[in-house]
């Protein structure tokens, strides 16, 4: 079948400002990935047109883009969800500079991920096994199901990206670096709980979500990203994790 | 060209370069080079576990994984490595618990533990719980994980710079040029010791459970500035791949119960491997799928199989087997293996937990690479003579410890006991000695070749030399191979080499992220490789792990129980020499599962 792709596209080189391009593919399949039909435009049609990708299949997090006004990985969404003759429209995720084409600067991204100290911090001597060589510190399944959810971020900064919050505001932590936080906070192993806390409770932080909900259904990785937001300002307000 | 200078420079930061990164930045100063963001490195698509005798759900021993890995190896593997990869997995796994690793738990809080293809009770001979596992995204968390501790100890990152050179001061490793993506500028980087840890090069197959960027360069360069490759005829097929697309499904699918099924509905591991079943190591079960396809037993006729894990079958196999299965239940699939259900749900539209995959064999792992002994330190020679200053870890490296054919789990082992072996061997070495003087021309070769493509104007898109390339690899250098065929796919491949060469046409002639132009030179490391490969299984004449010769069908220890080293030899020819397995205690025998 045949698909059409409109691709809001920049070239700093060249362009003043950005400009959508038309492409029209044949011999599609309903199972092609909308990065294959972005990979066969730059292979075959136009070698200028510019994506990360890596994995394409769902688990690197290059490439979050806007996809019919939605964020999404563009390995992880199949044709055959735009009908018959597909339309689709492809854009850069909002709120972070356009490098060239689909690529944006992430830089601002992973300066907030680093804000939110996303490291586990436990400097208390481990647990020495029969051998006397170290062991595991002990986890109940319970206390590890508490956090499961937010360790499958991605960093793809599909949540982040479309929050008004931080579309408005780029100081913003943003919903991705609350996710990172989320899985240290609740992890009953981190000893930096109160320091943690201290760093959403700031201006910036995480009340500046206003539980607008774009985050969670804009996560390829089906993360309750709003509802890991409510846990943390829950655990700000009483001071500890398990409020 | 702007220069930067560190003690210690790492090419490449998926798991073994972390590793590195990690050790190596404790004493002394380190920069982590990468084409990606780290967290986009391949590790991250690692799914089943990570391979550790540490008991916690059965009786466990590291010397049983040791000679698991002998044997899964089909005694090609260097049996003082393996000893050391089962020995220090045990200290690495709590070591990345330490670090925060989401570890799966028993019911006591221990990491919790799976069975995998190939890892058995030795006295037994029954598959043993030894995948230390987090759901099944161990190698993202693993990733993470190792990312995390870096940005804790402040470790120094170029992300977005390609690599793609080394700077040679005669034979003495100076550095490295790398190309800023951002802005397409070159950059020099000074260093006393550097790690390759770049990966390995699937996207040389048609099939491939590999991320695009696979493409082999930290091997290639080593290959373009006169370091051997060692066993490269030796590259793994997954057995479950997701079809048609290749995506891995991970073999934590078959540890936690899942069975093979054939057209006709019959579970045939049975008939290939009676003792352990689904759970042979990954070359044997590729050979049987291969030949239940050819032989007509393809689901409805199809170029595919199916891997089934609804709990009905599930639990009527086990129970044959006399084993409890109450807990198999759908919520149990959710949980255990969250992944697998995410991919069948969004790539074949098939649920998981109701209804069996479609899978196929797919191009998966280097087992050879850039040689190195037990150290992660490069070596030059069959005589093991080290190049001072170049270590080399992950899947890029042959230390060699998967011998013929990788266990599953044992990547991750490797990346992490030889990622620190390298991390810390680099900075040992960069603490005494002194930096090798730059060149004159440091990176004007690898400029002048960039700008070559940039400027070409010929009339072949590389995208149409890549596929040519891939399916000639896939049809005559997959599972099964023979002479005959061989000898054509490298005719084939010598002349892409030659029109990637000459006549290759390019849009992008800007600075600013041209990824064209770098995915241009991605395909020429790729085409060298897939060079290499072919070369090294033409001229190995007898079937042992994952190179399976119709012509040749059995292992011959007799002559052939060596590694191959290949040298470039001048800009066409190639030149192969041996190196002598290391034996330790593991006498070669039959290997039967």
């Known amino acids: 079948m045949q698909a059409t792709i409109r691709i809001r596209r920049f070239n700093p080189e060249k362009d003043k400002k950005p400009y959508w391009a038309t492409y029209t593919l044949q011999d599609c399949e309903p199972t092609n990935r909308v990065l294959e039909l972005l990979h066969r435009i730059k292979w075959e049609i136009d070698g200028t047109l510019t994506l990360r990708r890596s994995c394409a299949q769902g688990i690197c997090g290059s490439d979050a883009m806007r996809i019919n006004g939605r964020n999404r990985l563009a390995c992880k969404v199949l044709l055959q969800e735009f009908g018959e003759n597909p339309k689709i429209q492809v854009e850069p995720i909002l709120g972070l500079p356009v490098i060239k084409d689909l690529v944006v600067d992430m830089e601002p991204f992973f300066a907030h991920y680093r804000a939110v100290m996303p490291y586990l911090v436990?400097?208390?001597?481990?647990?020495?096994?029969?051998?006397?060589k170290p062991r595991e510190r002990l986890q109940s399944p319970e206390a590890r199901a508490r956090y499961d959810d937010t360790t499958k971020c991605i960093l793809c900064a599909a949540c982040t990206t479309s929050c008004p919050s931080f579309w408005a505001n780029g100081a913003y932590v943003g919903p991705a670096a609350i996710v990172q936080a989320h899985r240290f906070i609740f992890d009953d192993r981190d000893q930096l709980l109160q320091e943690r806390l201290d760093v959403l409770?700031?201006?910036?932080?995480?009340?500046?979500?206003?539980?607008?909900?774009?985050?969670?259904?804009?996560?390829?990785?089906?993360?309750?990203?709003?509802?890991?937001?409510?846990?943390?300002?829950?655990?700000?307000?009483?001071?500890?994790?398990?409020? | 060209m702007k220069t930067h200078q560190h003690d210690v420079i790492i090419l490449g930061a998926g798991g073994a370069g972390l590793m590195a990164a990690l050790y190596a930045s404790r004493t002394v100063r380190v920069a982590v080079i990468s084409k990606l963001y780290p967290t986009r490195s391949h590790t991250g698509a690692a799914l089943g576990g990570i391979g550790a005798a540490l008991g916690n759900e059965e009786?466990?021993?590291?010397?049983?994984?040791?000679?698991?890995?002998?044997?899964?190896?089909?005694?090609?593997?260097?049996?003082?490595?393996a000893e050391i990869l089962a020995r220090e997995a045990i200290d690495a796994v709590i070591e990345l618990e330490h670090m925060g690793l989401p570890f799966d738990r028993t019911k006591e809080g221990k990491i919790a533990q799976r069975r995998f293809g190939g890892h058995t009770n030795n006295v037994t001979g029954k598959p043993v719980r030894r995948a230390c596992h987090a759901a099944d995204r161990t190698g993202h968390m693993i990733l993470q994980t190792l990312y995390q501790q870096c940005i804790k100890n402040n470790v120094t990152f170029f992300d977005e710079f390609h690599v793609v050179d080394l700077i040679m001061n005669g034979d003495k490793p100076a550095g490295a040029v790398a190309v800023c993506l951002r802005d397409g500028s070159l950059h020099l980087f000074h260093a006393k010791a550097i790690v390759?840890?770049?990966?390995?090069?699937?996207?040389c197959w048609e099939v491939t459970s590999n991320a695009h960027s696979m493409t082999g360069d930290g091997a290639a360069i080593a290959f373009r500035n006169g370091i051997p490759l060692e066993d490269m005829e030796f590259f793994q097929f997954h057995p479950t791949g997701l079809y048609p697309t290749g995506f891995l499904i991970t073999e934590g699918v078959r540890g936690e119960g899942g069975v093979l099924i054939n057209g006709r509905g019959e579970r045939f591991m049975e008939r290939y491997a009676p003792k352990v079943k689904d759970l042979a190591s990954r070359d044997v079960i590729s050979r049987a799928i291969a030949i239940e396809l050819r032989e007509g037993r393809g689901i409805k006729g199809g170029r595919y199989l199916y891997?089934?894990?609804?709990?009905?079958?599930?639990?009527?196999?086990?129970?044959?087997?006399?084993?409890?299965?109450?807990y198999y239940t759908p919520e149990y699939i959710e949980t255990k293996l969250a992944e697998t259900c995410d991919q069948g749900r969004t790539y074949a539209g098939i649920d998981p937990v109701t209804e069996p995959l479609p899978i196929q064999p797919t191009a998966h792992y280097a087992m050879g690479g850039i040689p190195t002994n037990v150290n992660a330190e490069v070596i030059a020679d069959s005589t093991n003579r080290v190049i001072p200053g170049l270590y080399a870890a992950g899947e890029c490296a042959c230390v060699s410890v998967h011998g013929a054919n990788r266990l599953g789990t044992n990547s991750l082992v490797d990346l992490i006991v030889f990622g620190r072996r390298a991390g810390l061997r680099a900075a040992e070495y960069a603490r005494d000695a002194s930096f090798v003087s730059m060149p004159s021309d440091a990176g004007r070769k690898?400029?002048?070749?960039?700008?070559?493509?940039?400027?070409?104007?010929?009339?072949?898109?590389?995208?149409?030399?890549?596929?040519?390339?891939?399916?000639?690899?896939?049809?005559?250098?997959?599972?099964?191979?023979n002479g005959k065929d061989m000898q054509k796919a490298l005719d084939i491949i010598r002349e892409l080499r030659r029109e990637f060469a000459t006549n290759i046409r390019i849009d992008d002639r800007g600075s600013t992220f041209n990824t064209?132009?770098?995915?241009?030179?991605?395909?020429?490391?790729?085409?060298?490789?897939?060079?290499?490969?072919?070369?090294?299984?033409?001229?190995?004449?007898?079937?042992?792990?994952?190179?399976?010769?119709?012509d040749y069908e059995k292992r011959d220890d007799q002559n052939w129980l060596k590694h191959t080293l290949v040298y470039r030899n001048g800009e066409e020819g190639l030149r192969v020499d041996y190196k002598p397995v290391v034996i330790t205690q593991y006498q070669p025998k039959e290997r039967v599962y």
């Open chain 2, 59 to 81: 009786e466990d021993h590291w010397e049983w994984h040791a000679f698991d890995t002998v044997k899964g190896g089909d005694y090609l593997t260097d049996q003082d490595a």
């Open chain 2, 307 to 326: 891997l089934d894990l609804t709990p009905e079958t599930v639990r009527r196999y086990k129970a044959e087997a006399g084993e409890n299965a109450d």
């Open chain 2, 196 to 203: 390759f840890a770049t990966g390995g090069w699937g996207k």
């Open chain 1, 201 to 243: 409770a700031d201006p910036d932080g995480v009340w500046r979500c206003r539980t607008v909900y774009n985050c969670t259904p804009a996560c390829p990785r089906g993360i309750q990203v709003t509802q890991a937001i409510g846990e943390v300002k829950r655990a700000i307000r009483a001071g500890k994790r398990d409020y």
């Open chain 1, 122 to 132: 436990n400097d208390s001597p481990p647990p020495i096994g029969p051998d006397g």
């Open chain 2, 516 to 550: 064209d132009v770098l995915e241009a030179w991605e395909l020429g490391c790729l085409l060298e490789l897939a060079e290499v490969t072919t070369f090294s299984a033409l001229n190995r004449t007898e079937s042992r792990g994952a190179h399976a010769r119709e």
């Open chain 2, 446 to 481: 690898i400029e002048s070749e960039l700008n070559r493509i940039r400027t070409s104007n010929g009339s072949t898109r590389p995208y149409v030399l890549r596929k040519k390339m891939q399916s000639t690899m896939q049809d005559m250098v997959g599972v099964f191979r």
